[in-house]
């Protein structure tokens, strides 16, 4: 089946540092992916939505020059974390669209960033 | 913003009983996925329904889903402890890849 893999899977990093996340799709093409962040007891939320070769598409009170993503490959997507602080540590999770368009999303295993 | 609640919002109960978990959504959807994440962990994915299916099953799970009243509900028969964990209904919009978003979620302890 379709593989989502997800790196650093665990990360700790100084405040004001930046920090990039991959997401890559082993055995598949992912003309679109989608990265979420869950804080501790809570549900998983939509940051943005990742396109290959076009800018992403970010929600609302997401800060795009903060939760920098790029899409330059159809099997990578990656988020880059910048000027972290404190309350960016969160759960970070993406997922790639799977199988016939509408049909099947495959997640990431998460990473866990913490900003000390 | 959260597409989709579910209640209850935590479940315990014994090993071997039953657990039902309901889903609502507000808008159309292609489909609607049901994943379990244990605690601290990413996600698993259980089981997928699609907009023109009514029932489910897979091994000990059975999902219904109508979307006449925007809701599905997750059955576990028989439970056991591993099946502690909290559980996802996720949702994606109708007409292609659209964002999938996540309910609230239950978090469901089986005791032993």
């Known amino acids: 089946g379709a593989v989502v893999s997800q790196h650093p899977s665990r990360v700790i990093c100084k405040s004001g540092t930046s920090v990039k996340i991959e997401c890559r799709s082993l055995d598949f093409q992912a003309t679109t992916m989608f990265w979420y962040r869950q804080f501790p007891k809570q549900s998983l939320m939509l940051m943005a939505t990742?396109?290959?070769?076009?800018?992403?598409?970010?929600e609302q009170g997401v800060e795009k020059d903060k939760f920098l993503i790029n899409h330059a490959s159809l099997t990578l997507s990656t988020l880059t974390v910048t000027s972290a602080h404190p309350e960016d540590s969160s759960f970070y999770i993406c997922?790639?669209?799977?199988?016939?368009?509408?049909?099947?999303?495959?997640f990431g295993s998460g990473t866990r960033l913490t900003v000390v | 913003s959260q597409q989709g609640e579910e209640d209850p919002q935590a479940l315990s109960i014994q090993e071997g009983e039953n657990a039902t978990m309901n889903c609502s959504y507000k808008?159309?959807?292609?489909?609607l996925q049901w994943y379990r994440q244990n605690s601290g962990r990413g996600l698993v994915h259980l089981i997928l329904i699609r907009s023109n299916e009514r029932e489910k099953h897979s091994g000990r799970l059975r999902v219904t889903l109508d979307t006449s009243k925007k809701s599905s509900s997750l059955l576990i028969t028989a439970s056991r402890a591993a099946d502690t964990a909290s559980y996802f209904c996720?949702?994606?919009?109708?007409?292609?890849?659209?964002?999938?978003?996540f309910g609230t979620g239950t978090k469901l302890q089986v005791i032993p």
């Open positions: 808008t159309s959807i292609n489909n």
């Open positions: 997922s790639a669209g799977t199988g016939p368009r509408g049909y099947g999303y495959t």
């Open positions: 996720a949702t994606d919009g109708s007409g292609g890849y659209q964002k999938v978003t």
């Open positions: 990742s396109n290959e070769g076009s800018k992403a598409t970010y």
